[in-house]
């Protein structure tokens, strides 16, 4: 039997349950999955970290190591302009919808970097409410606290983005974004992350993810090995490029009879470009 495709560590040291509590998650798991995958490397990373005499890894740990990685993440957004890339993107589309309020919503927003940036700059304007909402509460527990301590105009939740009930209150007045986020979801829960936003309605979606290919691997090599102090960052940030899907799978996977959407893969196969959306505009 074919083994399955390489997975990031974090994918697999974390667990949260619907009333909010920890799943418990054996190191040996962990480190089963990766070298079932032939990921060796990550095995040996996954392998250092504590467990109790059970085997269950310290949760503790695990979570402080996770808010260093993603600090890490932080310096790549913050280097790629990724706040700058979005208010871009978003400004034409808020436009298209009409003067009112209106709610951005990043889903899988961890620390929030790019709701931070957009609050504390005001690039979308007076009329925008700023969300970022995640599963993972020490991320977001962090994310409000760095946005308490600037004072910024946004709020940030732990919760299902997509929940009946949720967030997505009014979605004729409701963009959705994330970044760094569609290349963790693999076959059905691809198409099913774009489809819970189409049956809600929302007025647009904008996704950003790494551009696939050989040059953009290698440049997240070298930039990883140069930047990145965390070997788990390292093994995660580097299978982050590896895994992007290409354009024609996310259309596949976006596409809506109600939606107008768009994704390009750069066409030259040497390439500055290092992300690109996967946008979706409500006819």
């Known amino acids: 039997m074919t083994a399955p495709g390489p997975v990031e560590i974090t994918d697999l040291v974390r667990g949260w349950l619907p009333d909010g509590g920890r799943e418990p998650i054996r190191r040996d798991d962990v480190v089963g999955a990766l070298l079932e995958r032939g990921q060796r490397r990550g095995a040996r990373i996954a392998a250092a ?33 990724q706040g700058r890339r979005t208010a871009a993107r978003l400004r034409p589309l808020l436009d298209g919808l009409g003067p009112g309020p209106v709610r951005v919503v ?10 931070r940036w957009l609050a504390a700059t005001g690039a979308l304007g007076p009329d925008v409410e700023l969300v970022g909402i995640d599963l993972d509460r020490t991320l977001v527990a962090s994310a409000a606290a760095l946005a308490a301590e600037e004072d910024l105009p946004c709020r940030f939740l732990a919760a299902d983005a997509f929940a009946p009930d949720g967030v997505i209150t009014d979605p004729d007045r409701t963009v959705v974004i994330s970044s760094g986020l569609l290349h963790h979801l693999r076959g059905d829960d691809l198409a099913d992350f774009f489809a819970a936003q189409t049956r809600l309605g929302v007025a647009a979606f904008v996704h950003w993810d790494p551009v696939p290919g050989p040059w953009p691997v290698l440049g997240a090599w070298v930039f990883h090995r140069a930047r990145m102090r965390e070997p788990l960052s390292r093994h995660d940030g580097l299978l982050s490029v590896r895994r ?17 959407v768009t994704c390009t893969d750069p066409r030259r196969a040497l390439t500055t470009q290092v992300v690109r959306p996967v946008a979706g505009v409500r006819r």
């Open 49 to 81: 970290l504590p467990a109790s005499d059970d085997g269950l890894l310290d949760l503790a740990v695990v979570d402080a190591l996770v808010l260093r990685v993603h600090a890490e993440l932080q310096r790549f957004t913050e280097e790629l302009s």
């Open 106 to 115: 990043d889903v899988g927003c961890g620390l929030g970097h790019v709701i």
């Open 244 to 260: 992007s899907h290409r354009a024609p799978e996310l259309l596949a996977a976006a596409r809506h009879p109600d939606y107008d």
